[in-house]
């Protein structure tokens, strides 16, 4: 198969819009199994409006990876909008023509760039895989229909095989 390596940063952009309206109160938390989880945090007295808004679509990862043992935690938003931690990075793909969401969060789950994240972490008490770093790593650019076949396969997969033995 034909395909070109791109950096994902071409395709990408950070978004940081905040909840200064506090008309979102579902906070979600990034687990290190690739899903926003609802969050365990005690939010009682929060200022809920320093919060990010993601919206359905989007990504949110934590940069801190020196908690997770060799995973990064990041996820993609499938419902509604949410909010997530300020120390979460929240992006969108620019053009969903070249780069379909779901293939790229099969992406972030390989193994492969778990250890590539953890390789590329900088820092000596908290390791951080920062923006620059998820702005450099090598994606490839595979044709649209071809993204969709993979991330429609791997949708099946997950759904069949979820109530297998119960």
């Known amino acids: 198969m034909n395909y070109k390596l791109e950096k994902l940063g071409k395709h990408i952009r950070e978004v940081s819009l905040k909840n200064e309206d506090l008309r979102i109160d579902n906070l979600l938390g990034v687990s290190m199994y690739k899903e926003l ?29 020196s908690r997770n043992g060799d995973r990064i935690s990041i996820g993609i938003v499938e419902d509604d909008e949410c909010i997530v931690s300020t120390s979460y990075t929240v992006f969108e793909i620019i053009d ?54 993979i991330s429609l396969g791997e949708s099946f997969v997950k759904k069949n095989t979820m109530n297998i033995g119960n």
């Open 37 to 65: 989880i609802p969050s365990q945090a005690n939010i009682i007295g929060t200022d809920l409006s320093i919060y990010k808004i993601a919206k359905k679509g989007q990504f949110a990862y934590g940069p801190v990876t």
């Open 96 to 149: 969903k023509s070249k780069l379909l969401p779901h293939f790229l969060m099969l992406w972030f789950s390989r193994p492969e760039f778990d250890r590539y994240a953890r390789f590329k972490s900088h820092g000596s008490v908290r390791e951080i895989f920062g923006w620059e770093e998820m702005c450099d790593v090598d994606v490839p650019i595979l044709d649209l229909s071809v993204q969709k076949a």
